[in-house]
C-alpha cells in the first residue's frame, strides 16, 4: 500500500509574529483517512492577554482558553467543554479575554 499514514497533523498560522489561528487533527493508524479529531483554535491578543476558543468541525466550542495580565493580575482560565455555561461567561476576566474573538470558524474549514 503507497498510502502514507500520517497521524497527527499540526498547522500553524501567524500573524505579526503572533499565531492567530491552529488547526489540529488526529487520526488512527488502522483508519488514517478518518479523523477521530479535529480542531481549529482561534487565538486572541487583548492588552497582556492571551486567549482561544477550540472548535471542532462541526462548530462546537470545546475548549477554552486564557492567560495573561489583567490590570497587574495575573490570571488564568481553562475551561474544557463541560465547565462552558453562561455562569463562567461572564465574568469581568472572561469578557477581557474573549470579547470580540472570532467565531466564522467554517469559513476555514475548506482548504482551497
Keep these: 500500500d503507497d498510502l ?14 503572533r499565531i492567530v489561528r491552529d488547526f489540529g487533527s488526529v487520526t488512527l493508524p488502522w483508519k488514517p483517512l478518518n479523523p477521530i479529531r479535529t480542531i481549529i483554535n482561534f487565538h486572541q491578543y487583548n492588552g497582556g ?3 482561544y476558543h477550540q472548535y471542532d468541525m462541526y462548530g462546537q466550542v470545546n475548549y477554552e482558553f486564557c492567560e495573561g495580565k489583567l490590570a497587574g493580575q495575573s490570571i488564568k482560565i481553562s475551561l474544557e467543554d463541560s465547565d462552558l455555561n453562561n455562569e463562567n461567561r461572564t465574568s469581568a476576566e472572561y469578557k ?17
Excluded at 497521524?7 to 501567524?14: A, L, M
Aim: overall charge negative.
Design 96 to 112: 477581557a479575554c474573549f470579547e470580540g474573538i472570532k467565531t466564522d470558524w467554517a469559513q476555514y474549514t475548506n482548504p482551497r
Design 4 to 17: 502514507a499514514l500520517v497521524h497527527i497533523i499540526e498547522v500553524n498560522i501567524y500573524e505579526n509574529d
Design 49 to 51: 492577554l492571551h486567549g
